[in-house]
Structure formats: C-alpha cells, structure tokens
C-alpha cells in the first residue's frame, strides 16, 4: 500500500510540472506601434463612481496611428479615397440610444467609421461592417449615413490621431484631430 501511495503521489508530482508553462513556449506578439483606445461621451462615463447615475450615450474604439514626422492627409492618407478612421481594424462606434446625425436617425447598437479625407472638407461615413481591418473590405451598400464637414487647419500638430466629445445642446461634438487637421462631427440625441 505504502509503493502505490508512493507511486501515485510521483505521478500527480510529474503531472504537475508537466503541465507547467515557461514565457519561452508562448510567443506574444509585439506592442502594436499604434495603440488602441477609447473614448466615450459623456467622457466621464466609464469613471462613474457608486451613487453616480452617469451612463454611456456613444462609446468609440479606435487606433492612434501618430504622425511620426510625415505629412498626413494628402499624402499617407489620400484625398478622395475611404480611409479607415484610424490605424489598425476599422474603428467601432457604438450608441447606447438612438442618435441622429446629419438628420439621419441611427438605432442603437454598433457600427463602424470612416472617413473620406479632402483638403477643404471630409466625409464622416457611419457603416454598418463591424469587425473588419482597415477599409480593404468596405463596403459603400453598407453605409447608414454620410455627412460632409469642414476642415480646420491647426496651428500646431498633433502627433496622435485623437478623437474627443464636447457637448452642445441635444447632443455632442465628435472632434477629430490628426496633424494640422481637425473636423467635427455633430451627433443629436
């Protein structure tokens, strides 16, 4: 009786470090050199303490591809051409409740953004293709709403592509910024 315990107990020690993993057997890919983040509005939603009743009304995940010293729209990014709103999987929007923009009414839930960079005027592209990379797959059928917006040309760049949210009466502001550039999108809800 007394080998078998000795026996079994061997063969749940060996077990054991058997099924032990090294970081050598799992290979992580590298820190993405354009990094993902997200922005909600109100911008203080996801810091809600207990008691506060703030919730989310549009939550935005996107990549920050950063200028690195090159010229932006124009160049990297064409003119005229679908762009995906950032680096990496095309960005998500999501709306908690139903919003409307450019007088097109959106129901809630999870769509995608893109953009269509021009030097005096972008087209902010709301898509109903969620999960893709970059805008190789876009698809202009799948498109809810397009709307047009004016440039601003900036004094001093941003290295990051940036998104934020300020608020305006019904609604928001998306404010998009990248290189010497920054345009806005209004949201209503």
Same mark, same amino acid.
């Given at each position: 009786?007394?080998?078998?315990?000795?026996?079994?107990?061997?063969?749940?020690?060996?077990?054991?470090?058997?099924?032990?993993?090294?970081?050598?057997?799992?290979?992580?890919?590298?820190?993405?050199?354009?990094?993902?983040?997200?922005?909600?509005?109100?911008?203080?939603?996801?810091?809600?303490?207990?008691?506060?009743?703030?919730?989310?009304?549009?939550?935005?995940?996107?990549?920050?591809?950063?200028?690195?010293?090159?010229? *932006?729209?124009?160049?990297?990014?064409?003119?005229?051409?679908?762009?995906?709103?950032?680096?990496?999987?095309?960005?998500?929007?999501?709306?908690?409740?139903?919003?409307?923009?450019?007088?097109?009414? *959106?129901?809630?839930?999870?769509?995608?953004?893109?953009?269509?960079?021009?030097?005096?005027?972008?087209?902010?592209?709301?898509?109903?293709?969620?999960?893709?990379?970059?805008?190789?797959?876009?698809?202009?059928?799948?498109?809810?709403?397009?709307?047009?917006?004016?440039?601003?040309?900036?004094?001093?760049?941003?290295?990051?592509?940036?998104?934020?949210?300020?608020?305006?009466?019904?609604?928001?502001?998306?404010? *998009?910024?990248?290189?010497?550039?920054?345009?806005?999108?209004? *949201?209503?809800?």
């Amino acid at each position: 009786m007394k080998n078998i315990f000795i026996v079994v107990f061997a063969l749940v020690c060996f077990s054991v470090k058997a099924q032990e993993i090294t970081s050598a057997d799992v290979k992580f890919p590298p820190a993405d050199p354009s990094p993902a983040d997200i922005v909600y509005y109100p911008l203080n939603a996801p810091k809600a303490k207990n008691g506060d009743v703030t919730t989310p009304i549009i939550k935005i995940v996107y990549s920050r591809p950063q200028k690195k010293g090159r010229d *932006i729209f124009g160049v990297l990014e064409q003119y005229g051409r679908v762009w995906r709103f950032g680096a990496n999987e095309s960005t998500e929007i999501r709306f908690f409740k139903k919003v409307s923009i450019g007088g097109k009414k *959106i129901k809630s839930g999870a769509y995608s953004l893109f953009a269509i960079p021009n030097q005096d005027n972008w087209t902010i592209i709301v898509n109903k293709q969620i999960d893709r990379w970059g805008a190789f797959t876009y698809d202009q059928s799948k498109d809810v709403v397009r709307v047009n917006v004016p440039v601003k040309t900036l004094t001093k760049p941003i290295e990051y592509f940036s998104l934020t949210f300020t608020t305006k009466e019904k609604g928001a502001n998306l404010i *998009i910024g990248w290189d010497k550039t920054q345009v806005e999108l209004p *949201i209503s809800f």
